[in-house]
């Protein structure tokens, strides 16, 4: 947007002197407050300039509307990315429920030796099978669990506004972050939910 002398005037005064008062701009531009009230409005308008009672202008420096966007689709996974809950797969129903309680988590990871993923199995999934006739102290929570391929996973460097997307489009509250194997296996070395997205957008809204 182009400014004319005046205003740019101003503007170079603001940025060298704020919090200035408007009478303040007006001596140093040898001016009347009623002949420059026309320009400080327009600064304030657009952006530029902010006015507060009993303080004067500062530079607030031009408003881009798509600064937020832009913030949130740079956050990554591996910035807000928790700490996995794993098991093995022999592992049992009960002991699983307990993990998940003392935790409080939502979901419980199912991995082998070296941390590959072989499944997942959410605290409704377990639930499920308590309140049946199973002895979930004996029944192992690979009998139950989701196996691949049917899982959904996030990497550390998503963005994790598109894991936020991939989350409700599924309709599920959190995810395993994992990395590549060279044996073609997934390695678990975090999770992702629901928190994790709040925490982040709290932490924007804050400015950090």
Same mark, same amino acid.
């Given at each position: 947007?182009? *400014?004319?002398? %005046? $205003?740019?005037?101003?503007?170079?005064?603001v940025?060298?002197?704020?919090?200035i008062?408007?009478e303040?701009?007006a001596?140093? =531009?040898n =001016?009347?407050?009623?002949?420059l %009230?026309?320009?400080?409005? &327009?600064?304030?308008q657009?952006? *530029? *300039?902010?006015a507060r009672?009993?303080?004067?202008?500062?530079?607030?420096?031009?408003?881009?509307? &798509?600064?937020?966007y832009? %913030?949130? %689709?740079?956050?990554?996974?591996s910035?807000? !990315?928790? !700490?996995?809950?794993?098991?093995?797969?022999?592992?049992?129903?009960?002991?699983?429920?307990?993990?998940?309680?003392?935790?409080?988590?939502?979901?419980?990871f199912?991995?082998?030796?070296?941390q590959?993923?072989?499944?997942?199995?959410?605290?409704?999934?377990?639930?499920?099978?308590?309140?049946?006739?199973?002895?979930?102290? $004996?029944l192992?929570? /690979?009998?139950?669990?989701?196996?691949m391929p049917?899982?959904?996973?996030?990497?550390?460097?998503?963005s994790?506004?598109?894991?936020?997307k991939?989350?409700i489009?599924?309709?599920?509250? /959190?995810?395993?972050?994992?990395?590549?194997?060279?044996?073609?296996?997934l390695?678990?070395?975090g999770?992702?939910?629901?928190?994790?997205?709040?925490?982040? &957008?709290?932490?924007? /809204? $804050?400015?950090?």
């Amino acid at each position: 947007m182009q *400014l004319n002398e %005046r $205003q740019e005037k101003i503007i170079e005064i603001v940025k060298e002197n704020g919090p200035i008062t408007g009478e303040r701009v007006a001596e140093k =531009l040898n =001016l009347t407050r009623a002949s420059l %009230r026309p320009d400080l409005a &327009f600064l304030t308008q657009i952006g *530029l *300039l902010e006015a507060r009672p009993r303080v004067g202008y500062y530079y607030k420096g031009e408003q881009n509307p &798509f600064s937020m966007y832009e %913030r949130m %689709r740079d956050l990554k996974v591996s910035d807000y !990315q928790s !700490q996995p809950v794993m098991v093995s797969e022999s592992t049992s129903v009960y002991d699983c429920i307990v993990r998940i309680f003392v935790e409080d988590v939502g979901t419980i990871f199912v991995v082998n030796e070296a941390q590959e993923l072989e499944g997942i199995s959410s605290r409704k999934d377990m639930l499920k099978i308590a309140i049946g006739k199973a002895d979930i102290n $004996q029944l192992p929570i /690979g009998v139950i669990m989701t196996r691949m391929p049917n899982i959904v996973v996030a990497y550390e460097d998503e963005s994790l506004w598109e894991v936020a997307k991939r989350m409700i489009d599924r309709q599920i509250d /959190g995810m395993p972050v994992v990395r590549d194997r060279e044996n073609g296996q997934l390695q678990v070395v975090g999770r992702v939910t629901k928190t994790n997205i709040a925490k982040a &957008f709290v932490s924007l /809204g $804050q400015g950090e």
